[in-house]
């Protein structure tokens, strides 16, 4: 009977393919050692729950992060440069040899312009980084989804930190852009963000057909990380 329930829920949200970051931005909980504290809770969740769960370090934090807890490690941003006189800017060979495995682009407090996100995911792409492509609404999403991410990560600004899940607030704009985005390049997959921390607003945010979540503060900043995320994957 329980190697049936699996067998359900494993159809039902397809569980292989689930995909949670947790962006740790500046946040003195996600800096230094405490990015390793995050990112060691996060691995033993993703263990326990079979869902991958993956961070997004400081650039500085990328490779202790790396070296010290076996998960993927996403840069927050990169710049689309090569090697030379490039003075302050995220290089992506410097991202990729400390350890990182993809990138987010475009985060609403990094916003980039359209070429500047194309040319983000092409150096990426070059590096054999994975990329997640954050977006504001349906129109960004579909635009973004042109440019072929691996992801696109739609979460409107204003909820952000806010507590106030997306697939509540809005869920149009989740199922709009799930829409868009298999419309324009269905090799592109859709994340939802804004809000989300609790296990009802990741089982929401797959309902309504992303594979996944970007999440930060609710569970960075949370008193107990670990029991945040187990309760956040605790309703698939």
């Known amino acids: 009977m329980r190697i049936l329930i699996f067998i359900i829920i494993l159809e039902r949200f397809n569980l292989s ?3 949670i970051v947790l962006n740790l931005k500046t946040y003195l909980e996600g800096t230094g050692e405490g990015a ?3 990112a060691q809770a996060c691995k033993e969740v993703a263990d326990d729950s079979g869902i991958e769960i993956g961070v997004a370090p400081q650039f500085c934090d990328i490779y202790r992060v790396a070296s010290q807890v076996d998960l993927p490690v996403y840069a927050q941003s990169l710049d689309p440069v090569g090697a030379g ?6 290089f992506v060979q410097s991202i990729k040899d400390a350890g990182a495995v993809g990138t987010l682009i475009n985060h609403s407090e990094c916003r980039l312009t359209l070429a500047n996100i194309d040319a983000s995911i092409t150096t990426a792409r070059n590096a054999a980084l994975k990329t997640i492509v954050c977006t504001n609404n349906v129109a960004t999403s579909a635009a973004a ?3 072929g991410p691996d992801y696109v990560a739609v979460e409107p600004p204003e909820l952000i930190g806010s507590g106030i899940p997306v697939s509540k607030a809005d869920p149009g704009v989740v199922t709009g852009s799930v829409d868009a985005v298999k419309r324009i390049n269905p090799a592109v997959q859709v994340l939802c963000g804004a809000g989300i921390s609790k296990g009802e607003d990741l089982a929401a945010a797959l309902e309504l057909g992303s594979v996944g979540v970007l999440l930060a503060s609710g569970i960075v900043k949370a008193a107990d990380p670990k029991a945040a995320l187990e309760d956040l994957v605790s309703k698939v």
């Open 17 to 19: 393919s689930t995909l």
């Open 36 to 38: 390793v504290k995050v």
């Open 145 to 147: 989804a042109a440019l």
């Open 85 to 90: 006189s490039f003075t302050g800017h995220a």
